[in-house]
């Protein structure tokens, strides 16, 4: 009943949030450069979204249901990494380090889950799991009360604790890459975007 985004991406780049959940509204999802449906690989429904290093990317205007401030939230995906070098962004709202919400993405091959307030970046990184280019996994970053947590494939990353208030900006919501833009682009595939 909380979902705010829903994106397959299969076929095409369109928010299903509306027929989840009957409080949430439809987004609409602009794709820029090369961001586009593929059938060459897919964890399930045959087909997912390719990005390729190159400053493709999906997004959507600023919109308050994707401002936490210090409320809960979950925002979930699934990755097939084709790199593993560079920062690269999965889902983010983020401008660089003064005019950030939140992101998840990749440090080289690790994921990494970051969230901004007054004081500047707070993060935290997979322990554990490694990733690379022969497989899909689940991430799925957390915020419940003051605990902030990181589960790859279901299982506990990395788990922090933070009282903080998540910055609100007008930053668009971007998948694949950082505020809709070229910068931190994601070389690989992502499928079944969430929020909540």
């Not at 959940?21 to 450069?33: D, L, P, Y």
């Not at 690989?41 to 600023?62: K, R, V």
């Not at 593993?84 to 939140?102: L, N």
Request: net charge negative.
């Amino acid at each position: 009943s909380h979902c705010t985004l829903a994106l397959p991406l299969v076929g095409a780049n369109s928010d299903v949030s509306a027929s989840i959940a009957c409080t949430s509204t439809t987004k609409v999802m602009t794709s820029a450069n090369e961001a586009a449906a593929s059938s060459d690989t897919s964890n399930f429904y045959t087909g997912s979204f390719e990005f390729d290093g190159s400053g493709d990317g999906i997004s959507t205007a600023d919109n308050t249901d994707f401002e936490f401030g210090s409320g809960d939230f979950t925002v979930e995906c699934w990755v097939k990494q084709d790199d593993t070098s560079g920062f690269d962004v999965f889902v983010g709202k983020y401008g660089g380090s003064s005019s950030g919400e939140f992101l998840i993405g990749k440090n080289g091959n690790t994921p990494t889950f970051y969230w901004q307030d007054s004081s500047g970046n707070a993060n935290i990184n997979a322990t554990n799991f490694t990733g690379n280019t022969s497989s899909w996994y689940h991430m799925a970053c957390v915020r419940e009360g003051n605990a902030f947590t990181m589960y790859i494939n279901g299982v506990c990353e990395n788990s922090t604790t933070d009282s903080t208030t998540i910055n609100t900006t007008n930053m668009k919501l971007s998948i694949g890459s950082e505020n809709g833009a070229s910068d931190s682009p994601f070389d690989g595939y992502l499928q079944d975007v969430r929020i909540y």
